[in-house]
């Protein structure tokens, strides 16, 4: 018997420390550029579509045949890959070349039906591209048997997702999203992100914001390479850009914006840039002189397609043609009059229909001159008026002069052209420094609403934290010895802090109703609980001690429940009573747990703006004559201050509040955590 000579392993044609086919570093970012590419290529043929329903009769839009391309060479690409990398070991391929082709027959009628039905086409492109990405499974999948029937070593990855295909659910998923899938599913996203920074970058070029330009490719560059270029330092940035992104987005952003406003004059009348602010005065100092003609109107294009006002003088009835040089008049022969509009004018092509929609914003800046400041105005697409400027702005001195009487308006340095006694509107938004904080201490109008709504709302805040926690902890104390009936009870009580706090104000407004609510007639009153000044105060207080309490005794009851119990008896062994326990034991112990939550709450009741506004609107008001009402609190002041003040909006002066605001909130919350240190010595 002879020994066979066992030949010696070849060795494996593909790598074993990954799956093949995943690109790493420049070729991930080379895969990603293309997808993202192929996302701008998509939403092409997504327009394009929208086009074809002008096109039905006529054909197949060349663009639907380059889309079939694109997904053909695509589809036929990989599979071919497969193919002869099976033939490289003399095996049959699971599958075929045509099954690129097969791809294409099945994506055709969904594009067919996109063409004919184009509101259905977003549903379709999904089942298309869903389509895709099971074919790339099965054919990563045909790669995995590939790779035993070579005689490779199985990479780790594929071992763990067969592994995790028979346990729970998410580990399915987890394992779904892993080796080549997740690498496809990052992809896919990354290009659909960068798709959306590079139209913002374009965005950014037309308004000529350099600095967020930089910033935002920075970004978007940085965030590519920290989830492509595989890296262990750059691993736990993976986890932590997420959450920095929308700790950016909606909390430091709106911080800085709010600082930003808040040392500007931002409000009504001071919104505009100042070069938008002049020609919106240039335009409001229009004005129709005495004999000023009308003119029917007919826009259209010249021999070298410029826009012209074909006119007729709506008293002479004469034809004359406008330019932004003059005005020049018309042979009654070269032109054809229908209704007191000219229709038809040799050397020029009348604009009518669909093409005059396009055309607002070239009629609202075309200006026909007729000298000594007088012009043709265009009103709309089939009328124009003679107007006269009535100030005159001289870009040399920065200053408007009136016509009428030569008063010169200069610019006030407060973002508005002035002159004694007098100012023109609009203005526009500038830096005014402490301007605003300074109003807020030294002019009347301002200070004492500010100082009558900051005392009132370091009462509420209070009166409300104080007197929940006094409730919360005696229902708790009730409540934690047991007898019939002890969890019935405790869940009753947790009810007001179940249902929504906005629902909850909105039933309690109806049921102190001064006519038809229910607490006046139950206990046959009339007290006018939400029109009242005090009364108001005691309704918004009871209101939110009714959604609040139920919190401080689920606090209390946890917190009673955590007291050694070996403390208690040891002083009732003493001779302590029932009140010396809960003094000197209990309720130091239960503090240096709930003052911190405490102090929580004050910061969040001071800025409790649902109880206030839903319950009573900051109302009834009061006889300062400013915006702030009786029950207004600091909050609502500033969302009055920003939207409902009678002056118009003023933005700047509610950013200014609103950091006043988060300044006391800071201090008080500051100076509470301070004196809760002491209450550490007693654990």
């Not at 032109?335 to 229709?343: L, P, Q």
């Not at 609403?449 to 104390?477: C, N, Y």
């Not at 607490?519 to 007290?527: A, G, S, T, W």
């Not at 209390?556 to 003493?574: F, H, N, T, Y």
Request: proline share 6%.
């Amino acid at each position: 018997m002879t020994n066979a000579v066992v030949p010696a392993p070849s060795a494996p044609l593909v790598p074993t420390d990954r799956p093949l086919g995943q690109p790493r570093g420049l070729g991930r970012i080379l895969f990603l550029s293309l997808f993202t590419c192929g996302v701008y290529f998509f939403y092409w043929i997504y327009k394009s579509f929208e086009e074809l329903r002008n096109y039905r009769r006529a054909g197949m839009n060349p663009v639907v045949g380059l889309a079939l391309s694109f997904v053909g060479i695509g589809q036929l690409f990989l599979p071919a890959t497969v193919k002869s990398s099976y033939r490289a070991v003399g095996k049959r391929s699971p599958v075929s070349a045509w099954t690129g082709l097969w791809a294409i027959g099945a994506v055709a009628p969904y594009i067919g039906l996109g063409i004919f039905y184009p509101k259905t086409l977003p549903i379709l492109w999904v089942f298309a591209v869903a389509g895709i990405f099971v074919w790339i499974w099965k054919t990563q999948k045909a790669l995995n048997t590939f790779w035993e029937l070579q005689g490779a070593e199985v990479p780790e990855s594929v071992l763990r997702r067969r592994a995790a295909a028979a346990s729970s659910m998410p580990a399915r998923l987890m394992t779904a999203f892993s080796g080549t899938n997740g690498l496809i599913a990052k992809v896919v996203l990354l290009s659909i992100f960068n798709a959306l920074v590079v139209w913002a970058c374009t965005v950014l070029v037309t308004h000529h914001k350099w600095i967020a330009l930089l910033v935002t490719a920075a970004a978007a560059l940085a965030i590519d390479l920290i989830y492509l270029v595989p890296s262990k330092r750059t691993l736990p940035l993976k986890f932590l850009v997420p959450g920095t992104v929308f700790l950016i987005a909606f909390t430091v952003i709106p911080i800085v914006y709010t600082v930003n406003i808040a040392f500007t004059n931002y409000s009504t009348g001071h919104i505009l840039s100042k070069s938008e602010a002049i020609d919106q005065i240039k335009l409001r100092s229009l004005s129709q002189p005495k004999n000023g003609k009308t003119y029917t109107l007919s826009p259209a294009l010249d021999k070298n397609g410029k826009l012209t006002l074909l006119l007729v003088d709506d008293q002479t009835h004469k034809p004359y043609v406008g330019t932004k040089e003059a005005l020049t008049p018309l042979s009654p022969s070269d032109v054809t009059i229908k209704s007191g509009a000219i229709t038809q004018a040799n050397g020029f092509k009348v604009l009518t229909g669909p093409a005059l929609f396009t055309l607002d914003t070239q009629l609202n800046d075309f200006r026909v001159p007729l000298g000594d400041g007088t012009a043709i105005h265009p009103e709309g697409a089939d009328y124009a008026v003679q107007l006269k400027p009535d100030k005159i702005y001289d870009p040399k001195t920065d200053t408007f002069t009136s016509v009428r009487n030569g008063t010169v308006y200069r610019d006030n340095g407060a973002g508005s052209f002035a002159a004694p006694g007098a100012k023109l509107e609009p203005g526009w938004k500038t830096y005014n420094g402490l301007k605003q904080f300074s109003n807020i201490v030294t002019n009347p109008l301002y200070r004492r609403p500010f100082l009558r709504v900051l005392l009132w709302t370091i009462v509420f805040a209070a009166s409300t934290v104080i007197l929940s926690f006094a409730l919360g902890l005696f229902l708790a104390v009730v409540l934690q010895k047991k007898f019939r009936g002890q969890k019935f009870y405790r869940a009753m009580l947790v009810i007001p802090y179940a249902v929504p706090s906005s629902f909850t104000i909105l039933v309690w407004a109806g049921l102190l109703n001064d006519d038809f609510g229910i607490v006046n007639k139950l206990f046959h009153i009339h007290v006018s609980w939400l029109f009242d000044p005090w009364w108001a105060r005691v309704s918004v207080i009871l209101v939110s001690l009714w959604l609040s309490f139920p919190y401080f005794f689920l606090v209390c009851l946890g917190a009673l429940q955590s007291i050694p119990g070996d403390l208690v008896e040891a002083a009732k062994v003493d001779g302590a009573g029932g009140i010396q326990v809960f003094r000197r034991i209990t309720f130091p112990l239960l503090l240096v747990s709930t003052a911190p939550l405490m102090i929580a709450s004050f910061a969040f009741n001071f800025n409790n703006f649902n109880n206030i506004y839903l319950l009573t609107g900051g109302g009834p008001s009061t006889n300062d004559q400013s915006v702030a009402g009786a029950t207004d609190i600091l909050i609502s002041y500033t969302y009055k201050l920003a939207f409902s003040a009678g002056q118009g909006q003023q933005y700047s002066t509610a950013a200014a509040v609103s950091i006043i605001i988060f300044l006391i909130v800071a201090t008080i919350s500051g100076i509470l955590f301070w004196r809760t240190k002491a209450l550490e010595s007693l654990r």
